[in-house]
Structure formats: structure tokens, C-alpha cells
């Protein structure tokens, strides 16, 4: 073999892990702007809806949310705001 052409694939060692997902955290929110997430309180209340913007503070406003206590609606609110300090994570609700 010459220095240009490459070996050849090992067949018999195991597959390399996949790719995983990288980006950091205020990558992940500008994605998800625009997007239904789910917003888990430090209560254990979830919040789901449209994020439609949020700040530095993880202060939260979502569109067309829905109020989930133990899995179950418990509320329907046109607009909602979240103060940072009660939000444990948020998350995707649909693939990005």
C-alpha cells in the first residue's frame, strides 16, 4: 500500500459509538424558539406549549400553553409567563 490509499475497514471490531448531539444549552433554546417545549417546575408542574421567548434568567413566555398536574390538564392558558427561578429544565416537545 501506498501513503495515499487508506486501510481497510476492520470488520471485526465493534461499530464506533453514533454521533452524539453536541451544542451548548443556549444553542439547544434558540432552537427550540418557536417550538412546543415542556417546562418542568421545581413544584413538579409541567407547562407545555409555544415558546415564544425567554431571557437570560430563564424567564419563560409560552403561547398556547396547557397547565399538566400529574399528567393530567388541569389548565388552558392563551399566554403564560414562567419566572426563572421556578424552572427546573425545559425540553422539546416535538424532534428538532
Known amino acids: 500500500m501506498d501513503e ?8 471485526g471490531s465493534t ?9 451548548s444549552p443556549t444553542d439547544f ?5 418557536g417550538k412546543r417545549v415542556i417546562v418542568r417546575l421545581t413544584s ?10 425567554l431571557d ?3 424567564n419563560i413566555a409560552l403561547e398556547q400553553t ?3 398536574v400529574n ?4 389548565n388552558r392558558y ?3 409567563f414562567i419566572r426563572g427561578n421556578n424552572v427546573l429544565y425545559i425540553s422539546a416537545a416535538e424532534s428538532l
Not at 495515499?4 to 470488520?11: A, E, I, K, N, V
Not at 433554546?29 to 424558539?33: D, H, S, T
Not at 399528567?71 to 388541569?74: F, K
Open 4 to 11: 495515499q490509499t487508506p486501510p481497510p475497514p476492520d470488520h
Open 15 to 23: 461499530p464506533p459509538p453514533p454521533p452524539s448531539v453536541s451544542g
Open 29 to 33: 433554546l434558540k432552537g427550540v424558539v
Open 44 to 53: 413538579g408542574v409541567d407547562y407545555r406549549g409555544v415558546l415564544s421567548c
Open 56 to 58: 437570560g434568567y430563564m
Open 66 to 68: 396547557e397547565e399538566h
Open 71 to 74: 399528567g393530567m390538564v388541569t
Open 78 to 80: 392563551g399566554d403564560a
